[in-house]
């Protein structure tokens, strides 16, 4: 893959339908889903133009090899949104709420906690952790997730999230190399440790929500560290 190939028509990098509760007014409680105040197609078309500057030295080793990190400034995208996560003092721990969510109706639901948005200052973010995966894992692990059964009580026809329909094609089936799964609002350029719930989530097989990679405690206490100090701001 190189940087030309957004150049010539073709979007290397394409919106998985998983992201698109990032990009609705309503996200999830919990801190599963961070609001991108964006519309897909636009997000999708600057993260490409993005991309097709700085080609594939620009992608960074996420906790797999078939995950990618692209830190793309923030002044790149034509809105402004706020750090996904703030620290936690002694002022404002009795903000902290919790709850049992799910970032599909297929997951478990797991505890969380979070800060409500506008209940602390979170500083701007200066740069967008867009999170990819490969296109070979996420077939993989929509072919897995496709027959599990789902916890919501909805039909199955209303539970699959579809693309809206200037995304239905991101430039052909055979275009896309790369697909976003997630978007970071931050400070740094580069990696903040995943919470430790989506550490053990992972390790969990694909058909529970993972991505069956096995559990680094090395990387699962380093989670615990940064978030025994921050916590999400939804």
């Known amino acids: 893959m190189s940087a030309s190939s957004s150049s010539s028509g073709s979007l290397p990098i394409r919106m998985d339908p998983f992201c698109l509760k990032q990009f609705q007014p309503a996200p999830s409680n ?3 889903h961070i609001a991108i105040p964006c519309k897909p197609d636009e997000f999708v078309h600057k993260t490409n133009e993005y991309f097709s500057e700085v080609g594939s ?9 078939f995950c990618k990190h692209l830190f793309i400034p923030a002044s790149r995208f034509p809105f402004q ?11 404002n721990k009795h903000k ?3 709850v049992y969510s799910a970032r599909t109706d297929k997951e478990l639901p797991v505890l969380t906690r ?3 948005k506008g209940s602390v200052e979170a500083a701007p973010a200066t740069f967008l952790d867009v999170i990819l995966y490969s296109r070979e894992q996420i077939e993989k692990e929509n072919a897995a997730m496709k027959d599990k059964a789902s916890l919501s009580s909805k039909p ?3 539970q699959q999230v ?6 239905s094609s991101q430039g052909g089936s055979a275009a896309w190399d790369w697909g976003i799964v997630s978007v970071k609002p931050q400070t740094v350029s580069h990696e903040t440790p995943m919470n430790p719930i989506t ?8 058909d529970e929500g993972g991505s069956g990679v096995p559990l680094n405690r090395a990387a699962y206490m380093e989670s615990v560290e940064f978030w025994s100090k921050h916590a999400i701001v939804q």
């Open 30 to 32: 919990g801190g599963q």
């Open 156 to 158: 199955a026809e209303e």
């Open 81 to 91: 949104v706020a750090c996904a996560y703030a620290p936690i003092t002694e002022e």
């Open 199 to 206: 550490v053990m989530r992972n390790s969990l097989g694909k």
């Open 57 to 65: 030295s620009g992608l960074k080793d996420g906790y797999a090899p």
């Open 114 to 116: 979070f800060f409500a």
């Open 162 to 167: 579809q693309l809206p329909a200037e995304l």
């Open 96 to 98: 902290l709420e919790s």
